[in-house]
Every structure is written in structure tokens, then in C-alpha cells.
């Protein structure tokens, strides 16, 4: 019998989901945006909102900072509510690599990161 795994769940620190625009979404993720603000006031961080690619972002884009508790809510709220927009939800486990990578969930198509910033050397 094999030791129980542990709660795999538990690293994750928070999450951050992305969500991608260019100058014809620019309308629509504003609008998206306030209401994120509005309906999960007190229990997201609605970040800047970016008119140029950023980090490792290949597009415009803004940032919903959250807590793990409040993803059951959030996600499923994106998901219907994006209004065709691509979104990227990413756990804050403590490896921005495989954070990204490996551990991200796209609502609509991915897009292709700009991942050579969390490149490991040596």
C-alpha cells in the first residue's frame, strides 16, 4: 500500500488570471474588468490595465489577483462572463516556470508566453 500523496493544493499560495486584449477588446475587457471589480469586490485585486505586452504576456493585458478560496467562484464567473476574451489562470506555487507552463488553465485559446524570462540556467 502506498503512502497517502500530500495536499497537493496546499503549495499553491494564490492565483493570478490574465486577461489578454488587443485595440479591437480593448471595450470589452474594460467592461469586464469593472465588473470583476463589482461582483468580487472585497476578494480579488483587479490589477493595471496594460495597453502593451508585459512580463511574459504577448499581448495587452490585465491582472485578477486572488486567494485559493476564492477560485470556485471566480473561474466558473470567467468562464461565462469573458465575453470571447482569452484568460490565463495560473497558481502562485513558487516556480514561475512551471506555474505558467505546466500548471495553467486557459479559458479560450492559449496564446504562446514569453517564457525565457523564468528560464533556468545552470
Known sequence: MSEAAPDAAAAIESWHAHVY???????RAWDLKQRVGETFADRVTVGRFHERPVGPHPMWSFQIAFEPDVFADLVP?????RDGLVVLV???????LLDHRDRA???????????????RTG
Open 105 to 119: 488553465l486557459w479559458l479560450g485559446a492559449g496564446l504562446d508566453l514569453k517564457l525565457g524570462m523564468f528560464e
Open 90 to 96: 495560473h497558481p502562485n506555487a513558487g516556480d514561475d
Open 21 to 27: 486584449f488587443d485595440q479591437a477588446t480593448k471595450t
Open 77 to 81: 464567473w470567467l468562464a461565462l462572463e
